[in-house]
């Protein structure tokens, strides 16, 4: 029942009267960091270079504790535009690693933070997408959808991370919407409101598509999106929100995509 429901959301009429309006325009939007490509690599090896922990150090619940930091950091330090180059940025980076880390009983030394931080932006550009994430948007913009990007972070940093993907030509930049280039983060509903008037879309006809909970979950059902979770992660539910979907992966996405009538079989 919610297949039909959501497929029909995205299907023309049948058989419009002839007076009736263009048809709805449809938009899906994808997060970047650990949406079109897995955000941990780097982080690891970060960690790894800087203090040697080995393998058995739990370094995906740690860097999803930095990732928590960063936005709680980001947010007082004043969100959106704030976060360009700067020595308060970069204490702000390196405070993540001391406070992340510490919930796992490592004490960072500010020069250790800081090397941290220096080996994590050493190789962030090291980009390779998830099996089938190119691939997808391939097949989004051929059937013809407005594909676009909604990400968080300052607006060098983040292009430099798209130019890395090389999907420009998939994704033109006027619908690259970088929070820092545009005045506000997710999840404020602001900036999928912008999306969709720069876009031509309208909020009950756009999908969008990430992994953190509060960020892209939480944001896009406030401003009344069809959410789909990439969590492939398997973490847990941060409050009672209900996204239209869940998915592990790019597989997975492809196939409700199809069950959706969204992609063709």
């Not at 960072?108 to 948007?137: N, R, S």
Request: with cysteine; net charge negative.
């Amino acid at each position: 029942m919610k297949d039909n429901r959501l497929t029909n959301r995205f299907a023309y009429d049948a058989a419009p009267e002839k007076h009736s309006a263009a048809p709805v325009v449809k938009g899906i939007f994808f997060d970047v960091d650990d949406t079109l490509y897995d955000h941990l690599p780097p982080f690891t090896k970060a960690v790894q270079e800087v203090l040697q922990l080995g393998e058995a150090f739990p370094y995906e619940a740690a860097y999803r504790r930095m990732r928590h930091y960063s936005d709680v950091l980001s947010e007082q330090m004043g969100g959106a535009g704030a976060l360009e180059a700067g020595a308060a940025t970069e204490l702000m980076r390196t405070r993540r690693f001391q406070l992340a880390l510490g919930e796992f009983d490592v004490v960072l030394t500010d020069e250790q933070a800081a090397a941290m931080q220096a080996a994590y932006i050493g190789c962030q550009y090291d980009i390779i997408m998830f099996p089938g994430a190119k691939a997808m948007l391939e097949r989004l913009v051929k059937a013809g959808y407005i594909v676009g990007l909604i990400t968080n972070g300052a607006g060098a940093h983040q292009r430099r991370k798209i130019e890395a993907m090389d999907i420009d030509d998939l994704i033109p930049r006027d619908r690259q919407f970088i929070s820092g280039e545009v005045g506000w983060d997710k999840p404020d509903p602001r900036i999928f409101k912008l999306v969709n008037e720069r876009t031509g879309t309208l909020p009950e006809n756009s999908i969008y598509i990430g992994d953190s909970w509060n960020n892209d979950v939480v944001g896009a059902l406030q401003a009344g999106w069809i959410s789909i979770w990439f969590n492939h992660r398997q973490v847990q539910p941060l409050t009672e929100h209900a996204p239209a979907y869940i998915m592990s992966g790019y597989t997975d996405l492809q196939e409700q995509l199809v069950k959706m009538g969204v992609l063709p079989e």
